[in-house]
C-alpha cells in the first residue's frame, strides 16, 4: 500500500511533463479539443423512465456525475451499468468508486451508461433535475453527463444527438445543425426540453431571438404568453442598458394533476428560462402569474448569466433582482400599487420568522444559500434593495434609482471578470450619502427594522397578529410625495 502511495506523485510529475511537451508539439487549440466529446442519447423506456448514454471523447479512466444540485441529493445513484469500451478490443474492468463515480482499469475513449430519470416527486425539483414522464421531459446536460479524468474536467465541446420515442421532438436556446447534431459549448448551462407534441412560437424583440416553447393544453394562447414575455425582455434590455444577441427560451411545462398556478418552480441557465406552472386556472390568472414569475426568470438571462463576475453573490442576483422584477411588474400593470407594498410587507413578515435574521450576513447566507436558509438571501437582498432604492431616489431627488446599479454593472462586469462582491461594493457605495451601505447591509449582520427605516419616506408599518402591512402616510411633505409617484403611487 505505501509503495503504491509513494508511486502516484512520480505518475503525476510524469503526467505533468508529457503534458508539457504534448503542448509544445501541438497547438494550443489540441489541448482545449482533447475533451471534446461525442454523445448519443437514448430514450429507451418511458415507464419506467431511462436513457442511455453512448459518447466517445478523449481518454480517461475516470467519470464523475454530480451528486448533488440545488441542494437535490443523491443524483449519482441514477446512473447505472456503467461500460467502458478498449479500441483493442480487450475487456476493461470498471469500478464504483461513490455514487455517480467510475473507475476504470485502463484509460478508454468510449463508454456508456443507463441513467433512470423517473419524474421527481417533488414539484420544486421539476425544474432543476433531469426527468422524463410519459408525455414530456427535460434533460439536463449538467446531471445527465461526467465530468472526465481524474481532474473532473468539464467536457467541451459536446456535438450530441438523440433517439426519442415515436412522435417525440427537441427544443433548446440551441439550434441542430442539418444532420440533427447540436454543439454544446458549456454543459452546464444547456437544457433540452423533449417531449409529445412540442409547440414553438417565436418573436424578436430588440436584438433577442426569444421563443416560446410548451406543450399540453393551457388556457392560454401561446401567442399571449408570449407577447408578455416580450414586453418583459424589452422592460430588462432598457433598465440594463445592455442588449442580448441570439436565441433565448422559455421551456414552459405544466405540472401534472390538478394543480393551480400557486404551484410553479424554475430555473434559468445560460439562455434557457425552465418553468413548471400549475396549469388548473383561468387565462387571466395564469397570465398574470406567468408575468410575475418571468419578470424574474428572465431577468437572469442577464443577471448573472451574462456577467463574468464570480464568487457567492446570491443576494445581489435573487434579492435585489426580485425586486427590480418586481418594480417591472408595476410599470407593465402586471400588479398594482398595493400588491408591490403587500409583497415587500410578506418579504418583512417571512424575514423576521427566521431565527437566525438578525445574525446572518447576506454574504454569509449566500455563500450556504442550499444548505443555510434558503430564503433568506431572497428576503433580506430584496429587503436590502427596496431600501437602498428608496434612499438612492431620495439623495438624488428622484435622479437615480436602484435600477442604475444595472447598466453601471454590465459596463464593467460583462467582460472584465471579477469578484462580483467587491465590484457591487464599488458600485453601491460610490454615490454620495451612501458611503457605508454595502458594510451595513450586506457585509455585516444586522437586524432591519422597517417601521424606523420607512419612515422618512412617508410609509407607515404596522404589525398586527404577526402580520405586516406597509401603508402609506395621510399627510406628506413635497418631497416624499414626489418620491413615492416616482414608485407608481397614484394618491
Ligand atoms: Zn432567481
Redesign the pocket.
Known sequence: MRLAEQRVPQIKQLRILLAIFGFLIYPATEEVHAQSLKVRVIVTSLSPARVLVESEGPLADTWSFRNIYAGIPRLGYRVEGFKVAAASGETVSVRNLAPGEFRSSKEVSTFGYEIQLEERSRLTELSHVSWINQERGFLMLADLLPRLGRESLVPSPVTIEFKLPPGWTVASALLPDKNQQYTVANIDSTVFYIGRELRETRVRVDSMDLALVTSGDWAFADRDALKIAGKIVKEHSKLTRHRLYGRSVVLLAPFNGVVGPERWT???RGASVVLLLGRNASARALLAKLGVVLA??L??LWVPNRLALDGDYDWF??GF??YQALLTCLRLNLIKFDDYLDTMARVYDSYRSQPDHDRLSLIEASERRWTATPSFV?DKGMLVAFIHDLMLRHLTRNGTSGADIYPQLFRTGATVPGNANEVIMSILNRPPGMNQFFERYVQNPGDIALDATLAPYGFRVETKDFRTRILINKELTVEQGRLLRSLGYQG
Open positions: 424554475a430555473d434559468t424574474h426568470e431577468f437572469h442576483f435573487e433582482t426580485l431572497y
